[in-house]
């Protein structure tokens, strides 16, 4: 048999790999809804100053983590309307998520010491979708570093397969769905502040899985937006920015 035989089976073996067929999906009525991105997007587009007049920052270091296959500038309106409103708000600086790598919270861990290099205070984070599993393993792995933790739409409680992504997240990155490079316990609180924004409409994750149970975050707030809209929609800025004020408490 050739060599490269073994390395394309290899290559495809988790990628492809099913599991048992999870109790119950997000709705596919929810999950179409969520083509209303440009929508939301334009919304936001015009209300930009409005939003921004909502948010009460306090100079906070705050550091975004993107959702599976999404990129600094699926951010960026979050982004500008948090800095606007006070807070310093910074993109996580790795390009495209492309799923989670063995050094994922190595690498974050060099990004929030350069931004506390800058501000010298603990980085809140605020992670969409599987950015902000990475958000709250960060924060376990350093605690001392973390003002708290905001999540939207993040499947962290639950079965992990409850949701229409995780054959994407294992063709993108390769690695079972419960079976992160890194090691994981997706359901233990982090030591910090953590809210959990969910929404009954989101349509990829399953909202309780995305607001888990008491024990679990510390709040849960519930969101009027899809999936897509947490980072681009006015009623998902607004939620982070009031989650934000929540934890300064």
Not at 123 to 131: I, M, R
Not at 147 to 161: I, L, W
Request: charged fraction near 25%.
């Amino acid at each position: 048999m050739p060599p490269y035989v073994h390395a394309v089976s290899n290559f495809w073996k988790d990628r492809l790999a099913d599991g048992p067929r999870p109790a119950e999906l997000p709705s596919l009525n929810h999950l179409l809804g969520n083509l209303s991105l440009p929508f939301d997007l334009a919304r936001t587009r015009a209300q930009a100053a409005a939003l921004a007049d909502q948010v009460k920052g306090d100079g906070r270091p705050v550091l975004l983590i993107p959702g599976l296959m999404a990129s600094e500038r699926r951010m960026e309106w979050l982004r500008t309307i948090l800095t606007a409103g006070g807070y310093e708000a910074h993109d996580w600086g790795m390009g495209r998520n492309m799923g989670p790598r063995p050094d994922s919270l190595e690498q974050i861990d060099r990004r929030v010491d350069a931004i506390r290099r800058e501000s010298g205070a603990p980085v809140t984070l605020v992670g969409w979708s599987l950015g902000g599993l990475y958000a709250r393993e960060y924060a376990k792995f350093a605690r001392n570093k973390v003002g708290g933790v905001v999540t939207m739409g993040t499947p962290f409680s639950g079965d992990p397969r409850a949701n229409h992504a995780w054959r994407l997240y294992q063709l993108v990155s390769g690695v079972p769905v419960d079976r992160p490079p890194f090691p994981c316990t997706r359901e233990e609180k982090p030591p910090v502040p953590t809210i959990a924004l969910w929404s009954r409409r989101d349509g990829v994750i399953l909202p309780e899985c995305a607001k888990g149970r008491a024990g679990e975050r510390d709040a849960a707030i519930e969101v009027d937006c899809t999936h897509m809209g947490f980072a681009a929609a006015p009623e998902g800025i607004v939620a982070v920015a009031k989650a934000l004020e929540t934890i300064r408490g």
